[in-house]
């Protein structure tokens, strides 16, 4: 479609243009010896013939692109299309003006010296002057439409990024907790037959979630209680959990799995290596703008661990920055025996 017709902004701005377009018509018909009248009657139906006629050069300018078509190849289509809707013009022209010469008012009108030259010399000048407008008009939608390509690729490597740090928690989780289980078959099976069972309700949840990119944050408590639950039966009373969180915050949508690595880490680097047993601390606040989540844990400075994958903090910060760009916060400090994951994000909540 037509750019003009299909921009009711721009094809108002196109007619105001004509009017000093027609002004400037109006003085070459004068100074050919038109009198006020002639050039009136001509111009009051020619003008607005003219103004739909030019809008035929968007198709040329499409045609040869500035960047991929060369010079002449340009030229000699711009000037075979000004010909071609000039000299059309031209014999329009030449028909009303036969027509108006049937009238004793206008008789003398076609035998003004140089009139159909004049009309089509002003129409192939403003061809040429509209031209230059369609290929800004080109330029500016080659511009809209790259940068939404550009936009629309931005957010599929996003979202293929947010699939791949999520398809990390799974396969990391299950491995802790099946070395759970495996430490505790030897010396308590049938604390591992429970922990097994625990696993399997665990991701029976998460499975159920099936492709959900959000959830709201009280799902993401249940999944931490029932990752607790796996937990809890291998420290049992050494594993204490404190929440404190608002009822706003119970109804903002976060990423899921996004807190219950946080609390994988509380229990992998600080309770566990706490023979008396370690506390975790859950805190969420939200307003009508912020998010904001804190998990604090308690944990044995001077242990020193024999590796550091450090998947979990990594990966939750990694998808935090690359679902919320600028607008999210991850944030862990140490301080003494205490480490504190610090998040904040908007404060988003489903439309549902």
């Not at 968007?58 to 010909?83: D, E, F, N």
């Not at 790259?146 to 599929?156: D, G, K, M, N, Y």
């Amino acid at each position: 479609m037509h750019p003009l017709v299909s921009r009711p902004r721009q094809l108002v701005l196109y007619i105001v243009l004509w009017v000093p377009l027609t002004a400037m018509l109006v003085y070459l018909l004068r100074a050919a010896g038109l009198n006020p009248d002639e050039a009136g009657i001509l111009l009051c139906v020619l003008a607005p013939i003219y103004a739909v006629m030019c809008l035929v050069a968007w198709y040329p300018c499409r045609a040869t692109p500035l960047k991929t078509s060369g010079v002449s190849r340009i030229i000699v289509t711009h000037l075979v299309a000004a010909v071609l809707i000039a000299g059309a013009w031209m014999l329009l022209a030449m028909g009303y003006v036969s027509l108006l010469s049937l009238t004793q008012s206008f008789q003398s009108l076609g035998r003004h010296a140089n009139l159909y030259k004049l009309i089509f010399g002003s129409g192939a000048l403003i061809y040429a002057l509209w031209v230059p407008s369609y290929y800004v008009i080109l330029t500016l939608d080659a511009s809209a439409q790259a940068e939404q390509r550009l936009s629309e690729t931005r957010v599929l490597a996003r979202d293929a990024e947010l699939r791949a740090l999520k398809a990390q928690i799974n396969p990391h989780f299950i491995f802790n907790s099946l070395h759970s289980i495996s430490a505790l078959t030897s010396i308590d099976p049938a604390r591992a037959r429970d922990m097994c069972i625990s696993l399997a309700d665990f991701l029976r949840t998460t499975l159920g979630m099936g492709e959900k990119t959000l959830i709201a944050l009280n799902e993401e408590l249940d999944l931490i209680h029932r990752y607790l639950a796996v937990e809890k039966v291998r420290f049992g009373a050494r594993l204490c959990m404190e929440e404190q969180v608002n009822e706003d915050a119970l109804t903002c949508i976060i990423p899921p799995l996004l807190l219950q690595p946080l609390v994988e880490n509380a229990i992998v680097h600080g309770v566990a290596h706490l023979p008396e047993g370690g506390y975790i601390k859950l805190h969420a606040n939200a307003d009508s703008e912020r998010l904001v989540i804190a998990v604090e844990n308690n944990f044995d400075p001077d242990y020193r661990p024999k590796r550091r994958s450090g998947i979990g903090l990594a990966n939750v910060r990694e998808r935090i920055e690359t679902r919320y760009g600028k607008s999210g916060s991850f944030a862990a400090t140490t301080d003494g025996d205490k480490f504190r994951v610090a998040i904040s994000l908007p404060a988003e909540r489903s439309a549902a």
